[in-house]
């Protein structure tokens, strides 16, 4: 008969998004003294996310540190809640699990909502997007993080309005810009207010997934939104939604593990 300490699972959520947050918190309440949540983060902020669980931080060394820690921490299953441009640590996850025989959820959010009506200009990329902007946009919104701003700097004619989660550490590849910082709010109005405030023309996004209430704002303004198409899923199982995910968790429990 198995002790109590070995019917606990073990789970590693790779995170780094809002998803992953909310899954280590209902994996908390929903499965307390039965699963061991360990979140993990590339590290990209300077302050970590108060979690539930443990949190580890930093990058593993590729699929092969990845596939050497599962089997190390002896996990039995990972759930891929990172962001859907993250490609690399996505394909990572899919090889290293599969080598260390640990199964694997990639929690992958639906598309953005596009309201009829909206300016909608679809580009394969960053770079392309700067070439793809409205002529005569001149006050643009980028909502497409720190790393995504260097496909911008040619543009020495436009002023950006730059929404980043935090204070950049140092200066921008970007002649004429304003920062604003934190996450993006939930509210249509007060994304409404962000570009009225601002007069903005355009803006550029990640086809993500997030950020509704900005492509809202923009509808109702009259802005054009120039996206990035979002990078084909990771392989495998995949559910959309925390409580999917959640219940894909609770069925591996009822199995008595993996
Ligand atoms: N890309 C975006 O637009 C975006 C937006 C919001 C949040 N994020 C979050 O920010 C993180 C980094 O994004 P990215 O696009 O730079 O990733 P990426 O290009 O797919 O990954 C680059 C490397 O960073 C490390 N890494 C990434 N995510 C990790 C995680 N959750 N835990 C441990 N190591 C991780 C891995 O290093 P090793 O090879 O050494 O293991 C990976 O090879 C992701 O966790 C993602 O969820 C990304």
């Known amino acids: 008969m198995p002790s109590p300490e070995n019917r606990v699972r073990r789970l590693l959520i790779l995170g780094g998004t809002g998803e992953a947050r909310a899954l280590a918190e209902g994996a908390a309440v929903a499965f307390p003294g039965r699963l061991e949540v360990v979140s993990s983060l590339a590290g990209r902020l300077s302050r970590p996310p108060v979690l539930p669980g443990r949190v580890r931080v930093g990058g593993f060394g590729g699929a092969r540190g990845l596939a050497r820690y599962l089997a190390d921490e002896r996990f039995h299953m990972v759930i891929d809640a990172t962001h859907p441009f993250a490609r690399v640590i996505s394909a990572n996850a899919a090889q290293a699990c599969m080598e260390a025989g640990v199964e694997r959820l990639a929690l992958v959010r639906a598309a953005s909502l596009r309201p009829k009506g909206l300016r909608w200009i679809e580009a394969r990329d960053l770079d392309h997007a700067s070439l793809l902007l409205p002529t005569p946009a001149r006050r643009v919104f980028l909502a497409v993080g720190r790393r995504g701003l260097e496909a911008f700097s040619r543009l020495e004619d436009v002023w950006f309005l730059v929404r980043l989660v935090e204070a950049p550490?140092?200066?921008?590849?970007?002649?004429?810009?304003?920062?604003?910082?934190?996450?993006?709010?939930?509210?249509?109005?007060?994304?409404?207010?962000?570009?009225?405030?601002?007069?903005?023309?355009?803006?550029?996004?990640?086809?993500?997934?997030?950020?509704?209430?900005?492509?809202?704002?923009?509808?109702?303004?009259?802005?054009?939104?120039?996206?990035?198409?979002?990078?084909?899923?990771?392989?495998?199982?995949?559910?959309?939604?925390?409580?999917?995910?959640?219940?894909?968790?609770?069925?591996?429990?009822?199995?008595?593990?993996?």
């Open 169 to 258: 550490d140092g200066p921008l590849p970007l002649r004429r810009c304003t920062v604003v910082t934190g996450r993006p709010p939930d509210s249509q109005e007060e994304e409404r207010k962000l570009l009225t405030d601002h007069a903005i023309d355009a803006m550029v996004i990640k086809d993500s997934g997030s950020g509704d209430a900005k492509i809202a704002a923009a509808q109702e303004l009259g802005v054009a939104v120039v996206a990035v198409r979002r990078p084909p899923p990771p392989p495998g199982e995949a559910a959309a939604t925390v409580d999917e995910a959640l219940a894909w968790i609770e069925a591996r429990l009822g199995q008595g593990g993996t």
